[in-house]
């Protein structure tokens, strides 16, 4: 649904969302001193694997393609609101698609979803 689900999650700016993994609200910059918007990013371990913008999501696996970072993944999505999307598993290579599994994408870090859903941006 929105970015404005995943801020009524916080507290003070922050919160605990399970083991491990915290959001917390930030500022996102285009260029070193140019603030674009204020985020939220999603962090596994200290390490960022999901940044949620007002108008899309970024996805990343902080190069850890375990089955808690792919459970955070899809916590990120399902918090978001993301209908029917998540990140699964198929002959050792992650993807992100339906529960049909029709179009589905090859993970890739960075990958841009918009809160419907559809991928925005492919990744690196």
Not at 5 to 16: C, D, F, M, T
Not at 50 to 58: N, V
Not at 64 to 71: A, S, V
Not at 76 to 89: E, H
Request: net charge neutral.
């Amino acid at each position: 649904m929105s970015y404005t689900n995943v801020k009524n999650q916080l507290y003070h700016g922050h919160r605990k969302i399970a083991n491990n993994t915290y959001l917390t609200l930030t500022d996102a910059y285009d260029q070193p001193g140019m603030l674009r918007s204020e985020c939220i990013e999603m962090r596994l371990h200290g390490n960022l694997i999901a940044r949620f913008h007002p108008d899309y999501l970024e996805l990343y696996s902080a190069g850890w393609h375990t089955q808690t970072t792919k459970d955070r993944l899809n916590l990120a999505l399902d918090i978001a609101l993301v209908a029917g999307r998540k990140i699964y598993q198929s002959s050792q290579q992650w993807y992100y698609g339906d529960l049909y599994h029709e179009g589905d994408l090859a993970f890739r870090e960075g990958m841009k979803v918009d809160y419907q859903g559809n991928v925005i941006l492919q990744g690196a």
